[in-house]
């Protein structure tokens, strides 16, 4: 039963958790405070928010419980050509739209000189880009394995978390699924005490680690979905934004980081998204919710060009924290409106046109 219109009319019945949409969108904009502060404020022990890359882990949790929620019981119904086709119509339109704000980013920027060094491997970073094929050759920029957008590292385990899961997981039991998250739980604490903190997978010196981060999440959201571990209240959408960001507001220590930070992604996490799971936003907040969960996405993936080019203008002219302060607040504001108009003017029609194009043939 692989029929057009019901692969379309089942999804479309879904609704959204309101308040999950809105954390989505505040540990996305955390993500873009803390890509300035780490350059304005490079030693992390003195940075307000140097754990906010542990957003990236509330990212995977928050998708293991969506992508079960939404598909558990209807791949079989939609297929799973259908359902790779939808996650690919999802997410790759801003994956694209990042890599060519990235690659004109990379072009034009007026206070490096690194794409006439990098010139002759402009097409191989180009195209590795858009496939989603990691490629880290730029040592002035910390290896990243995607230059030319470098959140698409978290978005290729995305993509391999969403195939293993049409795969294997959505067929496999909670007690198979506690099985991996143990094991999960483990080769966190592992990666963690290797690499003395989690903030891998975005480099090609830590290419792997990035599979670590999202195997144990992804794999509890699935349980708190499947678990029915949600605990209804009517907290609202106020006090789960302040329980997450006080994960990201923990201070740097190299001495306990490797220990604090996979209990935070591995009991902290969970407890969050069931709580924000069975939250119901207020009537002055739902808007809120809503707007962040629209806006996240596009603001996580086509922030990082503006990162680079902050990061060269910090690089060639050492400006003041004063003057780095102020360009981060503004900055941070100019990309969530710049979000907004790539969602509704770029994203949001081609996913459309997607949708009416291949799935609904």
């Known amino acids: 039963m692989n029929s057009p219109n019901s692969s379309t009319m089942v999804l479309e019945t879904k609704q959204h958790y309101q308040v999950l949409d809105g954390l989505r969108g505040v540990a996305a904009i955390t993500v873009v405070i803390f890509h300035f502060m780490e350059i304005a404020i490079p030693n992390p022990a003195e940075s307000f928010i140097t754990h906010a890359y542990l957003a990236v882990d509330f990212f995977f949790c928050l998708s293991g419980f969506v992508i079960a929620y939404a598909y558990d019981n209807r791949i079989q119904i939609i297929g799973i050509k259908s359902f790779l086709k939808l996650r690919l119509i999802r997410l790759h339109p801003l994956v694209v739209i990042g890599t060519i704000w990235g690659m004109i980013a990379f072009m034009v920027d007026p206070f490096s000189d690194l794409f006439t060094k990098y010139q002759p491997l402009f097409w191989p970073m180009l195209i590795t880009s858009l496939l989603m094929i990691p490629y880290a050759v730029v040592p002035e920029r910390y290896f990243n394995i995607f230059h030319l957008n470098p959140p698409s590292w978290s978005l290729f385990w995305e993509y391999v978390g969403s195939i293993v899961y049409a795969l294997i997981l959505v067929r496999v039991g909670?007690?198979?699924?506690?099985?991996?998250?143990?094991?999960?739980?483990?080769?966190?604490?592992?990666?963690?005490?290797?690499?003395?903190?989690?903030?891998?997978?975005?480099?090609?010196?830590?290419?792997?680690?990035?599979?670590?981060?999202?195997?144990?999440?992804?794999?509890?959201?699935?349980?708190?979905?499947?678990?029915?571990?949600?605990?209804?209240s009517k907290f609202g959408f106020l006090l789960p934004s302040l329980l997450l960001m006080i994960a990201f507001l923990i201070p740097f220590s190299t001495t306990y980081n490797w220990f604090v930070?996979?209990?935070?992604?591995?009991?902290?996490?969970?407890?969050?998204?069931?709580?924000?799971?069975?939250?119901?936003?207020?009537?002055?907040?739902?808007?809120?919710?809503?707007?962040?969960?629209?806006?996240?996405?596009?603001?996580?993936?086509?922030?990082?060009?503006?990162?680079?080019?902050?990061?060269?203008?910090?690089?060639?002219?050492?400006?003041?924290?004063?003057?780095?302060?102020?360009?981060?607040v503004a900055g941070t504001l100019l990309l969530i409106f710049l979000s907004y108009l790539v969602l509704v003017f770029i994203d949001k029609p081609i996913r459309q046109y997607l949708k009416r194009k291949i799935v609904l043939r």
């Open 261 to 328: 930070e996979p209990l935070v992604v591995i009991l902290y996490f969970p407890l969050l998204l069931a709580l924000g799971a069975g939250a119901v936003p207020g009537h002055r907040t739902e808007k809120v919710c809503t707007f962040f969960g629209e806006i996240s996405y596009p603001l996580y993936m086509i922030h990082y060009p503006f990162i680079w080019i902050f990061f060269s203008y910090v690089q060639r002219y050492k400006p003041s924290l004063q003057e780095m302060s102020i360009i981060t």
């Open 174 to 232: 909670k007690k198979v699924l506690w099985t991996l998250a143990i094991v999960g739980a483990i080769a966190l604490f592992i990666e963690a005490h290797h690499a003395t903190n989690l903030g891998v997978g975005w480099s090609g010196d830590n290419f792997w680690g990035g599979g670590v981060r999202a195997f144990f999440p992804f794999v509890a959201g699935i349980l708190v979905y499947r678990s029915g571990f949600v605990f209804r």
